[in-house]
């Protein structure tokens, strides 16, 4: 299997991406939003909520692990994805515009919206939150590129099995969140 390599300018560049995509996704009609393509599918708007649940279990880690890492000896860093890690990340990972496989949603970060009670100011809210925190994530690489990448570990969300340093964490984050761009492009197609 070939090697990962992580760069903060990648990971940036992709997360301005997907910042675009859901800027744009505001401005669709409120029914576009909250109404599911299925039964049991997500809205485009549960989807968003999931990935602010998501992302909020590696919200704490990042901050910690990011304050307690060294400042690097050398310029920006270039991080290659352990073997366990690259599969976990790669897992996520869209293939084109196709997800891999379908995976089960762990209850934790199941999307707990009413969508009788949805208003226009609580599906503001919702885009708000995830703008607020996935601009912490950028904010975050960006301050990385500055910090020895190999020092601060953590366990993932999926328990003690995956434990990423952070350049690893971004890199799922931001894949797990352009999945879900996929999906959302397959509720809109």
């Given at each position: 299997m070939a090697s990962l390599v992580l760069t903060p300018e990648n990971q940036i560049q992709r997360l301005n991406h997907i910042f675009g995509k859901v800027k744009n996704l505001q401005g669709l009609p409120s029914?576009?939003?909250t109404d599911p393509p299925q039964k049991k599918a997500w809205s485009i708007i549960e989807i968003i909520e999931h990935l602010i649940n998501a992302y909020s279990f590696y919200e704490n880690k990042i901050e910690v692990a990011l304050k307690a890492a060294p400042d690097a000896e050398k310029g920006s860093w270039s991080f290659k994805a352990r073997p366990w890690q690259r599969f976990v990340i790669e897992s996520q990972r869209p293939k084109g515009t196709v997800r891999k496989w379908k995976m089960k949603?762990?209850?934790?970060?199941?999307?707990?919206?009413?969508?009788?009670?949805?208003?226009?100011?609580?599906?503001?809210?919702?885009?708000d939150r995830f703008l607020t925190l996935y601009g912490q994530l950028k904010?975050?690489?960006?301050?990385?590129?500055?910090?020895?990448?190999?020092?601060?570990?953590?366990?993932?969300?999926?328990?003690?099995?995956?434990?990423?340093?952070?350049?690893?964490a971004f890199e799922f984050l931001i894949c797990h969140a352009e999945r879900h761009m996929v999906q959302i492009d397959d509720i809109l197609a």
């Open positions: 029914e576009k939003l949603t762990l209850k934790r970060f199941e999307p707990l919206i009413d969508r009788g009670s949805l208003t226009q100011e609580k599906t503001d809210t919702i885009f904010a975050s690489i960006v301050a990385s590129r500055s910090k020895d990448m190999k020092q601060q570990r953590f366990t993932s969300a999926v328990g003690p099995i995956v434990r990423f340093y952070l350049p690893e």
